[in-house]
T-cell receptor, first 112, second 112 residues
Framework: GQSLEQPSEVTAVEGAIVQINCTYQ??????LSWYQQHDGGAPTFLSY????GLEETGRFSSFLSRSDSYGYLLLQELQMKDSASYFC?????????????FGAGTRLFVKA | DTGVTQSPTHLIKTRGQQVTLRCSPI?????VSWYQQVLGQGPQFIFQ???????GRGNFPDRFSARQFPNYSSELNVNALLLGDSALYLC???????????FGSGTRLTVV
């Protein structure tokens, strides 16, 4: 089957850098995405990696290593508004067709 | 660009009833996906449709069904509701398949 693991909680201070890791198990890997979700809100797309390497979008960067079944989201210059849940999601192609599997989420707390 | 719109926003149903949830994707988006999210967990994939064809199905019972219309809007139907179906149902759309999704605000379904 498919599974993703990411830490349940991370705490960091304003202005710091934080890395949220994600390891996955899937047989038909197609890509790794990251989403942000504030309490009571809908998930918001942050980044997508289909190939190995680093993708940078402003303060957020995402990395993928397909050989290690591993990726991470890097948040720089943390702001209080970055306090939210962050989900990694794997797109998988298997006998049932395409599936997008979300991790359980990492709750990020940014302290002043 | 009005975003992904879902209706209704809230719904209360009785066990055994049937429910239909509706989703209008961003104009021009051909892919629509449905997710179920329980508080404190990541979204669980239910269905994906692309160009009106089912592209993927998650591990949900046959009580769950969906379809996509020629205008790319979509409906999710759930029959014989159970208490455990109480959740936030999210719809997401994307321009093409296999790319970052834009989520709607969801339909909060409560089964009593």
């Amino acid at each position: 089957g498919q599974s993703l693991e990411q830490p349940s909680e991370v705490t960091a201070v304003e202005g710091a850098i934080v890395q949220i890791n994600c390891t996955y198990q899937t047989s038909g890997f197609y890509g790794l995405s990251w989403y942000q979700q504030h309490d009571g809100g809908a998930p918001t797309f942050l980044s997508y990696n289909a190939l190995d390497g680093l993708e940078e979008t402003g303060r957020f960067s995402s990395f993928l290593s397909r050989s290690d079944s591993y990726g991470y989201l890097l948040l720089q210059e943390l702001q209080m508004k970055d306090s939210a849940s962050y989900f990694c999601a794997v797109r998988d192609l298997n006998t049932g067709g395409f599936k997008t599997i979300f991790g359980a989420g990492t709750r990020l707390f940014v302290k002043a | 660009d009005t975003g992904v719109t879902q209706s209704p926003t809230h719904l209360i149903k009785t066990r055994g009833q049937q429910v239909t949830l509706r989703c209008s994707p961003i104009s021009g988006h051909k892919s629509v996906s449905w997710y179920q999210q329980v508080l404190g967990q990541g979204p669980q994939f239910i269905f994906q449709y692309y160009e009106k064809e089912e592209r993927g199905r998650g591990n949900f019972p046959d009580r769950f069904s969906a379809r996509q219309f020629p205008n790319y809007s979509s409906e999710l139907n759930v029959n014989a509701l159970l208490l455990g179906d109480s959740a936030l149902y999210l719809c997401a759309s994307s321009l093409e398949d296999n790319y970052g999704y834009t989520f709607g605000s969801g339909t909060r379904l409560t089964v009593v």
